[in-house]
């Protein structure tokens, strides 16, 4: 069995969790890039409402062949209680034909369980099945401490034994 973790990340913080998980569960992983520049202050409102209306962006890349896993993961941001664009406009455009699927969100304090059902409401009718979802805040948070309550997610859950 293979595990892919596909993620999006303005700044990192879904990129840290993606990474830590892919070892901690031994998982490959994929960073989608939004190609519309998401980065600055002036940039924040334009991608809230890009969120929150649920535009679709262009990304890299533009899908992804999901042919040789059997659990495939996938983790956003929380932008305006929604998933970020990159993330909704991938989903749109993989086949998730017979995959468990994991889903988690960052987010700076709320709203990410509204972003895991977004994401599960657009995957399962392209043939995809939640098994699990979680969601981490990132706000004040150290790597540290971040990298630390993502291994204990791991563990709670018992994430290892998925994929096997
Ligand atoms: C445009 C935008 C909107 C956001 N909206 C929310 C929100 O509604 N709730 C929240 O808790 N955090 C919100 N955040 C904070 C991010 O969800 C949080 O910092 C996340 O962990 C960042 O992940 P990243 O570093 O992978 O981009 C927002 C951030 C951005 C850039």
Redo the contacts with the bound molecule.
Sequence with gaps: MKTMILF????????LVAKTLAQEVNADYLEITDLNN?AGALN?VK??LD?FRENKTLIKPETVNLTDYDLVYVGS?????KPAPAIITLIDQCDFQGKDVILFA???????QKVIERMREKIEPRGGRMIKSFQIK??NQKTEELVENIKEIVKEEDLPIYGI
């Design positions: 999006y990340s303005r700044t990192r913080k879904t990129a998401r924040y991608a809230s969120a941001p929380t932008w305006a209680g960052t987010m700076g304090s709320s709203g990410g990132t706000g």
